[in-house]
């Protein structure tokens, strides 16, 4: 349920527009166009099924999915809203076009070099509409090595804003590549849950619990249109005291959240080993910074992809919301007009 915000909120100005009344015109009725079908009028979605496995070296949860690289056969790989571009680790994949260019990129917080390669891809049974470029890491560590004894091949980064890659799912054909919406599905099974679903096309409902509209950066290579997904305009209430509006991302690839910034050094912590953490329970609400009301609330504890909270209290002010979000809504991104929507599952309304 959304509760009414305690903050500063302006009210908007009432405006009344006359309506001008028009005589009808008479117009042929062959020269009419005819009504739309109801086929028409449907959005056309694609599911993508999303498995839910546990995380290699914690206790929290990430999704994911299959896809075929080139003429690959069926692979797994992470759904990382955090970052751009397809990053594998493993082999040659038939049917791509790898070059000699080096790339280099960050995995769990470390660069590992590797090599750009194109190549069509297809998730859901559709395919890109040209070759897409992404690395083929050729080292590996701990972290990914831990991966791939679950059988995970890589990471599919389907971030909206800049990168050294590009998002595959922008160069999927017609509305499959301009809207979509991402939810996991919890599950305490070592096999994994399967109900979790990325869809292609999908449409935000008119109740969305939260609504941010980011800031433009312009166009990726292909002309497909890039937005800062790292700064919602994210009003953050801790225990029910000050208000903190800080740029605020939303990345499935984390299982905690973090809150990075000096202003945030007097937030009630507790400490385990050298590392803080926001205090379990504490209160926690968020509401976009447009908006007159509290769209999400939880209270901190110590389970990752569910309330666990990082403080850094250094910095510039910024929160990673982490995963658990994709677990408790469903998010709806449209690249055309730089939406992100966070819709509650109805059997989690209150």
Same mark, same amino acid.
């Given at each position: 349920?959304?509760?009414?915000?305690?903050?500063?909120?302006?009210?908007?100005?009432?405006?009344?527009?006359?309506?001008? !009344?028009?005589?009808?015109?008479?117009?042929?009725?062959?020269?009419?166009?005819?009504?739309?079908?109801?086929?028409? #009028?449907?959005?056309?979605?694609?599911?993508?099924?999303? =498995?839910?496995?546990?995380?290699?070296?914690?206790?929290?949860?990430?999704?994911?999915?299959?896809?075929?690289?080139?003429?690959?056969?069926?692979?797994?790989?992470?759904?990382?809203?955090?970052?751009?571009?397809?990053? !594998?680790?493993?082999?040659?994949?038939?049917?791509?076009?790898?070059?000699?260019?080096?790339?280099?990129?960050?995995?769990?917080?470390?660069?590992?070099?590797?090599?750009?390669?194109?190549?069509?891809?297809?998730?859901?049974?559709?395919?890109?509409?040209?070759?897409?470029?992404?690395?083929?890491?050729?080292?590996?560590?701990?972290?990914?090595?831990?991966? #791939?004894?679950?059988?995970?091949?890589?990471?599919?980064?389907?971030?909206?804003?800049?990168?050294?890659?590009?998002?595959? !799912?922008?160069?999927?054909?017609?509305?499959?590549?301009?809207?979509?919406?991402?939810?996991?599905?919890?599950?305490?099974?070592?096999?994994?849950?399967?109900?979790?679903?990325?869809?292609?096309?999908?449409?935000?409902?008119?109740?969305?619990?939260?609504?941010?509209?980011?800031?433009? !950066?312009?166009?990726?290579?292909?002309?497909?249109?890039?937005?800062?997904?790292?700064?919602?305009?994210?009003?953050?209430?801790?225990?029910?005291? =000050?208000?903190?509006?800080?740029?605020?991302?939303?990345?499935?690839?984390?299982?905690?959240?973090?809150? #990075?910034?000096?202003?945030?050094? =007097?937030?009630?912590?507790?400490?385990?080993?050298?590392?803080?953490?926001?205090?379990?329970?504490?209160?926690?609400?968020?509401?976009?910074?447009?908006?007159?009301?509290?769209?999400?609330?939880?209270?901190?504890? =110590?389970?990752?992809?569910?309330?666990?909270?990082?403080?850094?209290?250094?910095?510039?002010?910024?929160?990673?919301?982490?995963?658990?979000?994709?677990?408790?809504?469903?998010?709806?991104?449209?690249?055309?007009?730089?939406?992100?929507?966070?819709? #509650?599952?109805?059997?989690?309304?209150?």
């Amino acid at each position: 349920m959304w509760t009414k915000r305690l903050a500063r909120t302006t009210a908007g100005l009432a405006t009344v527009l006359s309506l001008l !009344l028009v005589a009808p015109i008479a117009v042929a009725n062959e020269l009419l166009p005819e009504a739309p079908t109801e086929s028409f #009028k449907q959005s056309v979605t694609v599911t993508v099924p999303v =498995r839910t496995i546990t995380t290699p070296g914690t206790s929290g949860q990430n999704g994911i999915l299959e896809m075929t690289v080139g003429n690959s056969a069926p692979i797994s790989v992470m759904i990382d809203t955090g970052s751009v571009g397809l990053r !594998l680790w493993g082999g040659q994949l038939p049917g791509v076009a790898m070059t000699k260019k080096k790339f280099s990129s960050s995995v769990n917080g470390t660069s590992v070099p590797g090599l750009i390669g194109k190549a069509p891809m297809t998730l859901g049974g559709v395919t890109t509409t040209l070759a897409v470029p992404f690395q083929l890491i050729n080292t590996s560590n701990p972290y990914i090595a831990s991966w #791939k004894r679950l059988g995970i091949s890589g990471i599919l980064g389907i971030g909206v804003g800049n990168g050294q890659l590009t998002n595959p !799912l922008v160069a999927l054909p017609g509305e499959l590549g301009t809207t979509w919406s991402v939810h996991f599905s919890r599950t305490s099974a070592q096999r994994g849950s399967d109900k979790g679903a990325l869809i292609l096309g999908a449409r935000p409902t008119g109740n969305a619990d939260l609504h941010f509209v980011l800031p433009y !950066l312009g166009v990726n290579i292909n002309g497909a249109q890039l937005w800062d997904d790292h700064a919602a305009n994210g009003c953050w209430t801790f225990n029910g005291g =000050r208000e903190y509006c800080v740029p605020t991302w939303f990345d499935s690839g984390f299982t905690v959240i973090r809150i #990075k910034g000096r202003e945030f050094s =007097r937030l009630p912590k507790a400490t385990v080993g050298s590392i803080k953490e926001l205090r379990p329970g504490t209160r926690v609400a968020l509401a976009a910074g447009n908006s007159a009301f509290t769209g999400a609330e939880f209270v901190a504890g =110590r389970a990752a992809s569910r309330n666990l909270a990082r403080i850094t209290a250094t910095g510039s002010p910024t929160i990673n919301t982490g995963n658990s979000f994709y677990f408790d809504y469903t998010v709806t991104y449209n690249v055309v007009t730089g939406d992100i929507y966070l819709t #509650k599952p109805l059997q989690k309304r209150k």
